[in-house]
Nanobody, 115 residues
Framework: QVQLVESGGGLVQPGGSLSLSCTASGSIFGISTMGWYRQAPGKQRELVATIFRGGSTNYADSVKGRFTISRDAAKNTVYLEMNSLKPEDTATYYC?????????WGEGTLVTVSS
C-alpha cells in the first residue's frame, strides 16, 4: 500500500510564497511521475505541475514562471515552490504519484492566498 503525506499549506498574502512537500511511502514500484494538482471550490481538479522519472517537468500555463517543482528521488519526495502567489491560486493542493498500474493521491493541503 502506498501513502502520500503532504505538508506546507497555509495562509499567505498575495505576492507571497509557500512551499509544499509530499513524501511517498510503502510498496512503490515503477514510478512514472510525481506531481501536484489543485482543486478550488466549485471547480474541477486541475494539473499544476508534474516531474517525470527522467527529471523533465510540465507546468500549467497559469503557474509557469511562478511555481517550481522538484524532487528527491532517494526520499520519494516531491516539492512545489510557489512564488508570487495570487488569490486565484487558492485551492486544495493534492500530491499525485503515478505508476504503470495506478494513480495514488494524497489527502490534500489547503493553500489560501488572501490579504
Amino acid at each position: 500500500q502506498v501513502q502520500l503525506v503532504e505538508s506546507g499549506g497555509g495562509l499567505v498574502q498575495p505576492g507571497g510564497s509557500l512551499s509544499l512537500s509530499c513524501t511517498a511511502s510503502g510498496s512503490i514500484f515503477g514510478i512514472s511521475t510525481m506531481g501536484w494538482y489543485r482543486q478550488a471550490p466549485g471547480k474541477q481538479r486541475e494539473l499544476v505541475a508534474t516531474i517525470f522519472r527522467g527529471g523533465s517537468t510540465n507546468y500549467a500555463d497559469s503557474v509557469k514562471g511562478r511555481f517550481t517543482i522538484s524532487r528527491d528521488a532517494a526520499k520519494n519526495t516531491v516539492y512545489l515552490e510557489m512564488n508570487s502567489l495570487k488569490p486565484e491560486d487558492t485551492a486544495t493542493y493534492y500530491c499525485n504519484l503515478r505508476t504503470a498500474l495506478k494513480d495514488y493521491w494524497g489527502e490534500g493541503t489547503l493553500v489560501t492566498v488572501s490579504s
